[in-house]
């Protein structure tokens, strides 16, 4: 199985930025990103393809997020632009159907 290990979360002020990275132990194809609030459920962030790059994003994250990959590196990324206070989660990498990262914890302060 194919293993995950995120890096990059932190605590941010309001209006600030954050660079996530998701790496994986073997090539992929298909991987996303995820968050989770307390008592909230798990919430679909962003997406991109391993064959032509596509990517989708949750509406909430729309036009602040940026998902990309490096292959070489076997690594994904979320750059996260004009955070807010909710976006507060701890945010997992997933590879659909196979596996998740462990997560790691994104704090936004207003």
């Known amino acids: 199985q194919v293993q995950l290990v995120e890096s990059g979360g932190g605590l941010v002020q309001a209006g600030g930025s954050l660079r996530l990275s998701c790496a994986a132990s073997a090539s992929t194809n298909t991987m996303a990103w995820y968050r989770q609030a307390p008592g909230k459920e798990r919430e679909f962030v962003a997406t991109i393809s391993g064959r032509d790059g596509s990517t989708y994003y949750g509406v909430s994250v729309q036009g602040r997020f940026t998902i990309s990959r490096d292959n070489a590196k076997n690594t994904v990324y979320l750059q996260m632009n004009s955070l807010k206070p909710e976006d507060t989660a701890i945010y997992y990498c997933?590879?659909?159907?196979?596996?998740w990262g462990q997560g790691t914890q994104v704090t936004v302060s207003s």
């Open positions: 997933r590879i659909p159907n196979v596996s």
